[in-house]
């Protein structure tokens, strides 16, 4: 049994040393994991496919590969992002210059998610890692091969003192959440969100909370409609839809909808055969109580295409259904899953104003090929970021900061953003020694008109 109390200190004593802060230590941290993550690759994609029957391509596209080059990048770039930054002083500062410091905070606690096991526990730990922070790692219980993978692969490269992976279930969730960490850096529901903010409230720790909700995807009159099915087909069902930047629901001008549906059947036909609960490479649903929560909304509305299902293999098929409206339950809460919802729209307008009336999305997505309908609607609709005639590609862009907002999260990662969510910005004036400036002074005469002067 772990002592979790134990494990803080060690990281917090060695984090103290100031090893970690190192830029050289850093980057032979980073080098190394490269290192490890390429010598256990097989592992990797092998523990995939036996949590969730992720397919060779998808392990290496979604996980392993996307993690890689987050590495690359940020070894690029790590010693731009260490310096001090100069920044501008003002006049009435005169003889002082002034730098903004990153400095880690600490220990962070990392919780990944059992959707992208791998990916999701390892991109923070980049930053973390970048930033020169201690950290354990909670992996979730629900990929139990990966997690174990995952745990090896850190814990027997890496001291505990530095980075450890801690496997458990929910109990061991809560128990480290017990602990003082200096951030927390969760991936998962927004009900589980709110707990993690709550747990963190008690040490005032910072957090960052990747949750998700009900993305939209909106297909204008004007798009292409044959590949906005093709692209939308591929973000929703790929995971088995078990990806909190899926597109939720689509909302499909009327005029189009019959012409977008065939062309959304074909993709899907295309993507993954006729018959895809056959197809090898097709993930399965991570539980069977998500399984059974899933099926439940195929009574729902009308099934326009797919609707079987497994339950030996925990598979359920690309569904799209129509004739849905916001009291079905399937409209409630992220489907998370291989189902998608279409809804009509006549004007615009209408879909805009459903929602904005909802709680604020991690991703939205449009197709059109109107300038103003894109401009217009970005600055309609909040959400944490997205994409135009494409979906869930964002993600993969280290210059695009990843996050949600309201509900939806709070914080973002990716690239430099990762660096900066581990960093405290340290503000530091530096002033001269060679003269004085008496004004600054109560004993000054007629001090507090000269200050009125300068602040007016």
Request: glycine share 8%; hydrophobic share 40%.
């Amino acid at each position: 049994m772990i002592n979790y109390s134990e494990l803080l200190s060690k990281q917090r004593n060695y984090f103290q040393t100031g090893a970690t802060k190192n830029l050289a230590f850093r980057i032979k941290a980073l080098q190394k994991l490269n290192q490890v993550i390429r010598e256990g690759e097989k592992r990797l994609i092998q523990s995939l496919k036996e949590d969730l029957n992720k397919s060779e391509f998808d392990a290496y596209s979604t996980e392993i590969g996307i993690v890689l080059e987050e590495i690359r990048y940020t070894l690029k770039n790590i010693r731009s992002w260490a310096k001090p930054k100069k920044v501008k002083t003002p006049l009435t500062h005169i003889g002082a210059k002034s730098y903004i410091y990153p400095e880690p905070y600490g220990v962070a606690f990392i919780i990944a998610p059992w959707n992208y096991p791998f990916q999701l526990a390892v991109a923070p730990l980049i930053g973390a890692i970048a930033a020169g922070n201690c950290a354990v790692i909670k992996p979730s219980e629900l990929t139990p091969r990966t997690s174990l993978v995952l745990a090896e692969l850190i814990n027997s490269h890496f001291p505990e003192e530095y980075i450890a992976v801690v496997e458990g279930g929910k109990e061991t969730s809560e128990a480290l959440l017990k602990e003082n960490f200096d951030y927390i850096f969760f991936t998962g529901s927004v009900q589980v969100g709110k707990i993690i903010m709550e747990s963190a409230a008690q040490h005032l720790t910072p957090v960052t909370l990747e949750l998700g909700g009900k993305s939209p995807c909106i297909v204008h009159v004007d798009a292409n409609l044959k590949l906005a099915a093709k692209r939308i087909a591929w973000g929703k069902f790929m995971n088995a839809g078990q990806t909190c930047i899926a597109p939720d629901y689509v909302y499909v001008d009327k005029k189009v909808k019959d012409e977008f549906l065939a062309y959304l059947k074909g993709a899907v036909n295309e993507l993954y055969g006729q018959e895809p609960l056959k197809n090898v490479n097709y993930t399965k649903i991570v539980s069977e109580r998500h399984f059974k929560r899933l099926c439940s909304f195929l009574s729902e509305g009308k099934i326009f295409y797919g609707g079987k299902s497994s339950e030996e293999k925990l598979m359920i098929a690309p569904t799209v259904l129509t004739d849905i409206t916001w009291d079905h339950s399937v409209m409630e809460d992220e489907i998370f899953g291989p189902i998608l919802p279409v809804l009509e729209y006549r004007q615009l307008s209408e879909a805009v104003e459903e929602i904005r009336n909802r709680p604020k999305p991690l991703a939205f997505y449009l197709f059109t090929e109107s300038s103003d309908v894109q401009d217009r609607l970005l600055k309609q609709v909040s959400f944490g970021g997205g994409c135009i005639n494409d979906t869930v590609y964002h993600i993969a862009n280290p210059y695009l900061p990843f996050g949600g907002v309201g509900d939806s999260g709070i914080g973002a990662y990716h690239g430099k953003g990762s660096f900066n969510t581990f960093s405290h910005e340290k503000s530091i004036l530096k002033q001269t020694t060679l003269f004085d400036i008496p004004l600054l002074y109560p004993n000054f005469k007629n001090g507090l008109k000269y200050i009125k002067m300068v602040f007016k």
